[in-house]
Antibody, heavy 118, light 108 residues
Framework: LHLQESGPGLVKPSETLSLTCSVSGDSISRSSPYWGWIRQSPGKGLEWIGSIFYRGDTFYSPSLKSRVSMSVDTSRNQFSLNLTSVTAADTALYYC???????????WGQGTMVTVSS | SSELTQDPAVSVALGQTVRITCRGDSLKTYYATWYQQKPRQPPLLVFYDKNTRPSGIPDRFSGSSSGNTASLTITGAQAEDEADYYCFSREMSGDHGVFGTGTKVTVL
């Protein structure tokens, strides 16, 4: 299994952060139905952002729920993250992941750094 | 509260035993999950559920829990165990996850 995050490394304040996770080595809809996103601010701890069931059900962190949306594209074996109205506080290393039981992270991508700056 | 609190840092002599603790209300209901993170690497799952170690994780890693406290024990710590360790649990709703604050383990 390989997970690869992709998307802009630089986003302007107030704009929308959009990332995609490409899954290879397995089918996104066959092996494990839950997929998710986690982030890690520079030099800091981990923050669980949310998860998505392969059929589209989503579960978001209460602290980010108003700004987060996730989607899945089974035809492309990908899932995506959108985070609106970003600020410098959203600067972080964003990981996509394969989950178990909706929330438990089993396997992580390598992560992609996103900086919010004008 | 959904917070999970860990000691910021612990040290252990090579070959000795170290226990990493995690405290939080959700641990009264849900098992803790443990991740190891080395510099410039994504976290690695090392222990989860009541007593599950993923394939490839040495059996010197073990987990336990009591009340609102969960622990990860490394019995016979090795130099390669030096890393940050994060606990993780479901929040009380069951639909979200929360990470602990992290513990830096130094092997002396």
């Amino acid at each position: 299994l390989h997970l690869q995050e992709s998307g802009p490394g630089l986003v302007k304040p107030s704009e929308t952060l959009s990332l995609t996770c490409s899954v290879s080595g397995d089918s996104i809809s066959r092996s494990s139905p839950y997929w998710g996103w986690i982030r890690q601010s520079p030099g800091k701890g981990l923050e669980w952002i949310g998860s998505i069931f392969y059929r589209g059900d989503t579960f978001y962190s209460p602290s980010l729920k108003s700004r987060v949306s996730m989607s899945v594209d089974t035809s492309r074996n990908q899932f995506s993250l959108n985070l609106t109205s970003v600020t410098a506080a959203d600067t972080a290393l964003y990981y996509c992941a394969r989950l178990k039981d909706k929330v438990l992270v089993l396997f992580w991508g390598q992560g992609t750094m996103v900086t919010v700056s004008s | 509260s959904s917070e999970l609190t860990q000691d910021p840092a612990v040290s252990v002599a090579l070959g000795q035993t170290v226990r990493i603790t995690c405290r939080g209300d959700s641990l009264k209901t849900y098992y803790a999950t443990w991740y190891q993170q080395k510099p410039r690497q994504p976290p690695l799952l090392v222990f989860y559920d009541k007593n599950t170690r993923p394939s490839g994780i040495p059996d010197r890693f073990s987990g336990s829990s009591s009340g609102n406290t969960a622990s990860l024990t490394i019995t016979g710590a090795q130099a390669e165990d030096e890393a940050d360790y994060y606990c993780f649990s479901r929040e009380m709703s069951g639909d979200h996850g929360v990470f602990g604050t992290g513990t830096k383990v130094t092997v002396l």
